[in-house]
C-alpha cells in the first residue's frame, strides 16, 4: 500500500502547480508553462508585491510587472532569463536593488522584476581580501547595500574610495549607472573603482569579466543602465580608511568665484571633498545646525540672499587620523588661505569618517506622507558654464516657487572615468554635475517637472550641451542623441549580450515598457 504521507504530499504539490497555472492563465501575460521552473514558488503576484514593484523613488511612473522574483539564489535568475529567450514572445526582467530609480528604470511591465535583496540570504555578502597584486579589496553581492560595504570595510580598517551622498543604495544599481559624489573627482566615479565583475548576461549566461576578461562585458555593464547583464558580484578596491574628518561649507555671492575655487580644489591633492551648492532660500543653510555650528550672521547670509537671488556654497572635506590630527587645523588654514569665499561665513564640524559619509542616513523610513522625486541630473562642460549660470541657474533657479529639495552643482576631472565604460559625459577636460533634487507632493509634480523643462530647452536652445545622468528619454531617437558616437557600441554590446532585448525594458532605451 502506498505511504499516505507521500500521496497526501504530491497531491499539495499538485495543487500548487495547478494554482500557479490559474493564476497565470487568467491574471499574467507570462506563458504558463512558467510554473513547471523550480524557482515559480518564489514568483509572487500577491497585490502587496506587485505594487511596490510598479513604483520607485520618484514616485512619478507606475508600470506593474506580472509577477515579483524573490531568487534564493543566482541560479533563479539565470534561469528566469533562459525560459524568457525560449518563450516565442520574451518578457521583460528588470532587477531591482533598493528602488532609488526616479522615472521606472526597474519596473517590467508585464513581465518580471527580480527583487535583489532576497539574494542577501543565500548570497556572498561582503568578503574582505588582500592580495599580492591587487591589494584590499571586497567581493560584494550586487544587492548589498553601499552602509554595509563601508561597515564591513571599517571593521577591517579600510574602505572605498568613491560613494554617492546615499548609501542605502543597492552595489549593483550604482554601478549600472556611475556613482558620483564629492570623492569623484579625486578617484572617479565609482565605476573607476571596480576591479571584476559576475554578471548574468540578458542570454542567461554567468560571465566572471574584468578589464582584461571578457573586457567588452565588463566596460559595457559598468555605467550600461542594467541593458547588458545583472550584477551579481562586484571586486571593489578598498584602502586605508580614515578615522576623523574635519568639514566645511563656504559662502559665495560670485558665481565666478564659486567655480573658480572649486576647479582650484580639484586640482590639487588637499582635499579628499568637494561639492558645490545652491542656495536658493534660507532653509537651505537653516538644515545646516544639525550637522553645522551656526554662524553668528546668519542674518547677512539672508540679506544677500534677498539681494542677490541665489548664493554658493563650496562643501570641502579634508580627512585625517591619529597620526595627522595635530596638523589637520593648520593644514586646512593654510588650504582656505587659497580660496576667496565671503569672510566669517563659514560652517564648519569635526566628525567620525562614518558619520559624514552617513550624513544623509536612511530616507527608506518615511515619517511622513510619500513625495514625488522629480529629478534632473545633468554634466555640464565647464565651457560653458557661464552661459548656463545666466540662463538657469541666476535666472530661473530664483523664480521657483517655493522651492523644495536640494540643488548641487560641483566639478569633476574627465580624466578620472573611463571612455570605454558605457557612460557618456562631456569631452572636455572638467565638467560640472548639476543635481536638481526636487522633492514634492505627488499631486504637483508637475510644476518641477516644467521647471526641469526649462532647464533643458534653454541649453538646447543656446547649444551648452549637457548630458543626461541617471538618464530619462521617451524616444529611441532621444538616446541615439544622448550616446552620440557611442551608440553604435551600445547597440552592438546590446546585441551581442541581450538579444532579445530582455533586460531592463523600464529604461525604454530598445523598446516600450
Not at 511591465?109 to 532576497?118: D, F, I
Not at 563659514?346 to 567620525?352: E, P, Q, R, V, W
Not at 499631486?443 to 526649462?454: H, K, L, W
Request: include cysteine; charged fraction near 20%; charge should be neutral.
Amino acid at each position: 500500500m502506498a505511504n499516505p504521507c507521500l500521496i497526501s504530499a504530491h497531491f499539495a504539490v499538485l495543487i500548487i502547480i495547478l494554482s500557479c497555472i490559474s493564476i497565470f492563465s487568467f491574471t499574467s501575460p507570462l506563458p504558463n508553462d512558467i510554473v513547471s521552473l523550480d524557482l515559480a514558488t518564489r514568483l509572487r503576484h500577491d497585490p502587496h508585491s506587485i505594487n511596490i514593484a510598479s513604483n520607485d523613488y520618484g514616485n512619478l511612473v507606475r508600470e506593474s510587472p506580472s509577477a515579483v522574483l524573490h531568487p534564493s539564489s543566482i541560479d533563479d535568475i539565470v534561469n528566469l532569463i533562459k525560459f524568457s529567450n525560449n518563450c516565442s514572445t520574451p518578457f521583460g526582467i528588470s532587477a531591482r536593488g533598493r528602488g532609488h530609480s526616479v522615472r521606472g528604470q526597474t519596473t517590467a511591465r508585464g513581465g518580471v522584476v527580480v527583487h535583489m535583496p532576497s539574494l542577501s540570504e543565500n548570497g556572498i555578502g561582503i568578503r574582505v581580501s588582500w592580495d599580492p597584486s591587487l591589494g584590499y579589496y571586497a567581493d560584494v553581492g550586487g544587492e548589498q547595500m553601499w552602509i554595509d560595504v563601508l561597515r564591513a570595510g571599517l571593521d577591517h580598517g579600510l574602505a572605498p574610495v568613491s560613494w554617492t551622498d546615499y548609501l542605502y543604495l543597492s552595489v549593483g544599481g550604482t554601478l549600472s549607472n556611475a556613482g558620483i559624489s564629492g570623492q569623484s573627482f579625486l578617484h572617479g566615479p565609482q565605476i573607476s573603482n571596480v576591479l571584476e565583475l559576475d554578471v548574468i548576461t540578458g542570454k542567461g549566461k554567468f560571465i566572471t569579466c574584468s578589464r582584461d576578461k571578457n573586457p567588452e562585458l565588463f566596460f559595457g555593464v559598468l555605467g550600461g543602465l542594467g541593458q547588458f547583464g545583472i550584477i551579481t558580484r562586484a571586486r571593489i578596491i578598498l584602502e586605508k580608511a580614515p578615522t576623523r574628518v574635519k568639514w566645511v561649507r563656504l559662502i559665495y555671492s560670485n558665481f565666478s568665484t564659486f567655480t573658480r575655487d572649486q576647479e582650484h580644489l580639484i586640482s590639487i591633492n588637499s582635499p579628499n571633498y568637494v561639492e558645490g551648492i545652491l542656495i536658493t532660500n534660507e532653509n537651505t543653510t537653516n538644515q545646516w545646525r544639525s550637522s553645522f555650528s551656526s554662524p553668528s550672521n546668519q542674518s547677512d547670509i539672508v540679506a544677500l540672499l534677498k539681494k542677490q537671488g541665489i548664493l554658493y556654497s563650496i562643501e570641502l572635506v579634508k580627512y585625517y587620523d591619529n597620526q595627522t590630527a595635530s596638523t589637520i587645523d593648520k593644514d586646512f588654514e593654510t588650504l582656505l588661505k587659497e580660496l576667496n569665499f565671503i569672510p566669517g561665513l563659514i560652517f564648519s564640524a569635526d566628525t567620525s569618517l562614518f558619520d559624514f559619509l552617513n550624513r544623509v542616513g536612511d530616507l527608506d523610513s518615511p515619517t511622513g506622507p510619500l513625495e514625488a522625486h522629480p529629478w534632473l541630473n545633468l554634466f555640464i562642460p565647464k565651457s560653458q558654464i557661464s552661459d548656463f549660470n545666466a540662463g538657469v541657474l541666476a535666472s530661473l533657479f530664483p523664480k521657483l516657487n517655493e522651492p523644495s529639495g536640494i540643488f548641487l552643482f560641483y566639478p569633476l576631472n574627465r580624466k578620472k572615468w573611463d571612455d570605454r565604460t558605457s557612460v557618456v559625459i562631456p569631452e572636455e577636460d572638467v565638467f560640472y554635475t548639476l543635481g536638481v533634487l526636487h522633492s514634492s507632493p505627488p499631486n504637483a509634480y508637475q510644476i518641477y517637472d516644467e521647471f526641469n523643462s526649462q532647464i533643458l530647452g534653454f541649453c538646447e536652445k543656446v547649444g551648452i550641451k549637457v548630458k543626461q545622468y541617471l538618464p530619462n528619454y521617451k524616444s529611441q531617437a532621444e538616446w541615439i542623441k544622448h550616446f552620440g558616437p557611442k551608440w553604435p557600441t551600445f547597440r552592438q554590446r546590446k546585441s551581442t549580450f541581450d538579444p532579445k532585448f530582455i533586460l531592463s525594458p523600464g529604461q525604454r532605451i530598445f523598446n516600450s515598457a
